[in-house]
T-cell receptor, first 113, second 114 residues
Framework: DTEVTQTPKHLVMGMTNKKSLKCEQH?????MYWYKQKAKKPPELMFV???????INESVPSRFSPECPNSSLLNLHLHALQPEDSALYLC????????????FGPGTRLLVL | AQSVTQLDSQVPVFEEAPVELRCNYS??????LFWYVQYPNQGLQLLLK??????LVKGINGFEAEFNKSQTSFHLRKPSVHISDTAEYFC????????????FGGGTRVLVKP
């Protein structure tokens, strides 16, 4: 089983709203990732959690706040977003931190009005 | 730092014809190599990967890729495509046995025509 689940599938929010994206995996993977993907572009890495600790933050604006409550769950809290933040947000996980295969979820399509 | 170049941004191909998607990478250290497929409005699905061993790698849906270290390439092939292969294809690398930063190429859009 190589399934990563993400909720919600779609999200529309205003610039003053607070919302959260959720990602879950039950493969025992110890690394989890958030990516942002704009149309017709490859995914861009935002954050990496290794063993439940934030290990990489790719200079993402503070209006995006990641959280890893446990080894199976990864959240992305959104606050005061801008219309240019509209994108597909992908979660991924990998067994460890040595360059192993990353398995992606279906994504959350976010529209900021 | 590593980089990945996918030489074709779009590849139109007729149904049942063969297709090859080209991928070249640049790295000063050994890498792991991956091909992912993204169907419209979906996430990324792993097609195949090269970690070590045989340089010819077989993946899902009839795809295969060959790792060529001297040419730093990892081209993806399928001998006969279907309409359902219409998708975006991404080549990606990570540093072998170190770090977990996945570097993507720009993607190749495959459009299969009947």
């Amino acid at each position: 089983d190589t399934e990563v689940t993400q909720t919600p599938k779609h999200l529309v929010m205003g610039m003053t709203n607070k919302k959260s994206l959720k990602c879950e995996q039950h493969m025992g993977h110890r690394a989890m990732y958030w990516y942002k993907q704009k149309a017709k572009k490859p995914p861009e890495l935002m954050f990496v959690y290794s063993y439940e600790k934030l290990s990489i933050n790719e200079s993402v604006p503070s209006r995006f706040s990641p959280e890893c409550p446990n080894s199976s769950l990864l959240n992305l809290h959104l606050h005061a977003l801008q219309p240019e933040d509209s994108a597909l947000y992908l979660c991924a996980s990998s067994p460890g931190v040595l360059g192993e295969t990353q398995y992606f979820g279906p994504g959350t399509r976010l529209l900021v009005l | 730092a590593q980089s990945v170049t996918q030489l074709d941004s779009q590849v139109p191909v007729f149904e049942e014809a063969p297709v090859e998607l080209r991928c070249n990478y640049s790295s000063s250290v050994s890498v792991y190599l991956f091909w992912y497929v993204q169907y419209p409005n979906q996430g990324l699905q792993l097609l195949l990967k090269y970690l070590s061993g045989s340089t010819l790698v077989k993946g899902i849906n009839g795809f295969e890729a060959e790792f060529n270290k001297s040419q730093t390439s990892f081209h993806l092939r399928k001998p006969s495509v279907h309409i359902s292969d219409t998708a975006e294809y991404f080549c990606a690398v990570t540093i072998k046995a170190a770090g977990n930063k996945l570097t993507f190429g720009g993607g190749t859009r495959v459009l299969v025509k009947p």
